[in-house]
């Protein structure tokens, strides 16, 4: 498999090297992977997140430097610059395991898109967390009719011709995946969600402020795509 793995990262300068060495082991050493490349789609950070990513630089290690704002315009810009057929991308924190993609491999021919799922796998970490992420996915689920089991997961694998069937979504923050899925189930493209153990290891400041963000910008992406039927 020939694979561009896009990292999205903001405020990493403790951790982006660290992500990268374990991602770079892992594809080096896996017998399924015959080429790869890792995009670090990096925001303006308030640390030397940049400083740090320009140094990683080498053949299969490529920096994106990128001012606007957003999770989602990272994958937007990762994806924009990929080069290989398949794309996977993953958090720059290691809660997620890029081992998944070994699980993935015997069903490629069958599936478009494959989620490292957390609510099929293990979550290890805080309950209030665990259960607020369930409440939000419920109702994301509800509102666009996603019938996956995590639709937020930050591990996702997919064909980069699935962008031939469905488009780029221009969402550019956290739901950037709610919208990638809303297209993909309405395009009746193959998911599959393969369980992972996930470990929580929180970045964002306050639960409840991104909660209640995070809720009203599904409402506006619901009154856009839903009801007035736009993308
Ligand atoms: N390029 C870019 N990446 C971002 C931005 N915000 C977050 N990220 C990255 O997106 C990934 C997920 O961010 P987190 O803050 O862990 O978000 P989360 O996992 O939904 O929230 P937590 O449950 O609090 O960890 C990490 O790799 C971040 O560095 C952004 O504005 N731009
Ligand atoms: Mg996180």
């Known amino acids: 498999m020939k694979l561009s793995v896009i990292i999205p990262t903001i405020n990493s300068e403790n951790r982006i090297e ?10 080096d050493s896996t017998d399924a992977i015959e080429d790869y490349e890792i995009l670090i789609a990096a925001q ?8 740090k990513i320009k140094a990683l630089a080498s053949e299969n290690i490529r920096p994106l430097f ?11 810009e990762g994806i924009r610059m990929a080069q290989h057929p398949w794309i996977c991308f993953i958090d720059d924190d290691l809660s997620y395991p890029i081992e998944f993609i070994d699980d993935c491999v015997p069903l490629l021919p069958k599936y478009d898109i494959f989620i490292g799922s957390r609510y099929l796998g293990k979550r290890k970490g ?11 996915h419920d ?20 064909r980069a011709s699935v962008f031939d069937k469905i488009s780029l979504p221009k969402e550019k923050g956290y739901l950037w995946d709610t919208v990638f899925l809303y297209y993909a189930n309405k395009a009746k493209l193959r998911i599959k969600e393969i369980p992972i153990v996930y ?19 599904a409402l506006q992406l619901w009154w856009r795509l839903r009801i007035r039927k736009k993308d």
């Open 66 to 76: 990128i001012k606007e704002k957003g999770k989602g315009k990272g994958i937007q």
């Open 44 to 51: 303006t950070s308030r640390d030397n997140t940049f400083r």
């Open 199 to 217: 470990e929580d290891r929180p970045n964002q400041l306050s639960l409840f402020q991104s909660s209640v963000k995070m809720g009203f910008r």
């Open 18 to 27: 660290k992500a990268v060495e374990h991602f770079s082991n892992y594809l």
């Open 126 to 136: 805080s309950k209030l967390r665990s259960f607020s992420g369930k409440v939000f």
């Open 139 to 158: 109702y994301v689920s509800m509102l666009f009719s996603i019938p996956q089991k995590d639709i937020q997961a930050g591990l996702k694998l997919f």
